[in-house]
């Protein structure tokens, strides 16, 4: 069996910290000392706490936690609603349950939205030209 070398053993370490494996697991699997991975976790807190924020973010995604995902999630809801209601007859009774769970997915959809500002790069001209007449109509 090939020697793994201690960059490799630092990566995994860092790998195994990051999805909070006790030292004693880590030691194990790595043939390392606990007081060299207490070394290690000193060293190396950036880089564990770093893809530990990576791991987190993957599971987000993955469970529909992070706002672009759920915003997919209810907009798809929403066309496969609004594809079943144009199907029915609305003398139909579950067709106001249908309702309901669309105008709540529409609600949710609406939590999710945000104002879009698209921002302009301006001249030094356009700003002298905004602040004189901004002092024009204060001074008028």
Excluded: C, H
Aim: charged residues 40%; proline residues 2%.
């Amino acid at each position: 069996m090939a020697k793994i070398s201690k960059m490799d053993q630092k990566e995994r370490f860092i790998e195994m910290r990051a999805k909070e494996i006790p030292y004693e697991q880590i030691s194990m699997d790595l043939g390392v000392s606990k007081p060299t991975l207490i070394k290690w976790g000193r060293e190396l807190e950036l880089e564990v706490s770093n893809r530990r924020a990576l791991e987190l973010d993957f599971l987000q995604d993955k469970y529909f936690v992070s706002k672009k995902k759920r915003i997919e999630f209810f907009g798809e809801q929403l066309n496969r609603f609004k594809e079943e209601l144009f199907k029915r007859d609305l003398s139909e009774i579950p067709t106001d349950k249908l309702f309901e769970m669309a105008m709540k997915t529409i609600g949710s959809l609406k939590q999710e939205e945000i104002v879009i500002q698209l921002k302009e790069k301006g001249t030094l001209d356009d700003t002298l030209e905004s602040l004189t007449e901004s002092y024009l109509e204060w001074r008028a």
